[in-house]
């Protein structure tokens, strides 16, 4: 459980860190962590169970990526993600006829 999680942050992360400019990937990243963060609760939530392996659930893993995910956003810049989507929505009417 431990390793898929692992594995399913870490492949996006080091995406992220190669595509995205260095301004944004902490609001990226962030926002990957929330995006986990839904899934094991969703997960907790239809399993319904109570305890797992070493006594951690589902629940644990949600929390420790919300943590994570608020942590990400509080040390990222969001001005620079705000400004980023400005940039964006700005070319993309200029592309239209």
């Avoid at 492949?11 to 595509?19: D, S, Y």
């Avoid at 944004?24 to 094991?40: C, G």
């Amino acid at each position: 459980m431990f390793a898929l999680f692992g594995a399913l942050t870490l492949f996006p992360a080091i995406l992220m860190i190669r595509v995205l400019e260095p301004e944004l990937v902490l609001p990226a990243f962030s926002i990957l962590l929330f995006a986990e963060a839904a899934v094991a609760a969703i997960v907790a939530h239809l399993i319904r169970a109570q305890e797992s392996l070493g006594n951690i659930t589902w629940w644990d893993f949600a929390g420790a990526f919300t943590f994570m995910g608020c942590a990400a956003a509080i040390f990222g810049e969001p001005d620079q993600a705000a400004l980023f989507f400005e940039e964006e929505a700005v070319a993309r009417s200029n592309s239209q006829p």
